[in-house]
């Protein structure tokens, strides 16, 4: 079946700019994670969905990032006056449940470069 | 103090032999350990779990947890020119699904 997707693959914007980024998880899949990461670094938890809802957004650097979920399916990460410093790889994963043990699946990423 | 911290690395070991990565945390609650290898450009994929104290295997991995010490460990025996990769392990944080990545071990193995 189809894994987690992310569009766009590159997005290369301005300083100051707004920008979305997209994430489809694996059909069925009840819980999604988007993480940021950056060069040499892990992955670092922005903010996890239970179904529509954010049940965890603690790793939101600011309030210029927000992500909704408003079906409980694909996800968008909302990104406003963006940085030089907002420039990594934005990660998508889905699981299927809301066990602390379910594997998480990755998305291909977002590469997001703010000039 | 980082909340899960491993050595970056390199590590570099020859085809055949057995490599050794290392993790500690810093939440004595947790819950939930992974180890993730990702390629270069690539994404993160799941390679272990463990959960308990003590030895699990699967193929040529086998992690170890021991809680007490707040120490993962990942052996990778009859290392392969393709398990070059950096090497991320993971906690998942006390009744919730906040996932902590450390930055990586980079291995590198000598064919």
């Known amino acids: 079946g189809a894994g987690v997707s992310q569009t766009p693959s590159n997005k290369v914007t301005e300083k100051g700019k707004y920008v979305e980024l997209r994430c489809d998880p694996i059909s069925g899949h009840t819980a999604l994670y988007w993480y940021r990461q950056s060069l040499g670094q892990g992955p670092e938890f922005l903010i996890y969905f239970q179904g529509t809802g954010a049940a965890d957004d603690s790793g939101l650097p600011n309030d210029r990032f927000f992500a909704v979920r408003p079906e409980g399916s694909v996800s968008t990460l909302k990104i406003q006056r963006t940085e030089r410093g907002d420039s990594a790889v934005y990660l998508c994963a889905s699981s299927p449940r809301s066990s602390g043990r379910d594997t998480q699946y990755f998305g291909p990423g977002t590469r997001l470069t703010v000039l | 103090q980082k909340e899960v911290e491993q050595n970056s690395g390199p590590l570099s070991v020859p085809e055949g032999a057995i490599a050794s990565l290392n993790c500690t945390y810093s939440d004595r609650g947790s819950q939930s350990f992974f180890w993730y290898r990702q390629y270069s450009g690539k994404s993160p994929e799941l390679i272990m779990s463990i959960y308990s104290n003590g030895d699990k295997e699967d193929g040529r991995f086998t992690a170890q947890l021991n809680k007490a010490s707040q120490y993962v460990s990942l052996l990778i025996r009859d290392s392969q020119p393709s398990d070059s990769a950096t090497y991320l392990c993971?906690?998942?944080?006390?009744?919730?699904?906040?996932?902590?990545f450390g930055a990586g071990t980079r291995l590198f193995v000598k064919a």
């Open positions: 993971a906690v998942r944080n006390t009744g919730g699904f906040k996932t902590i």
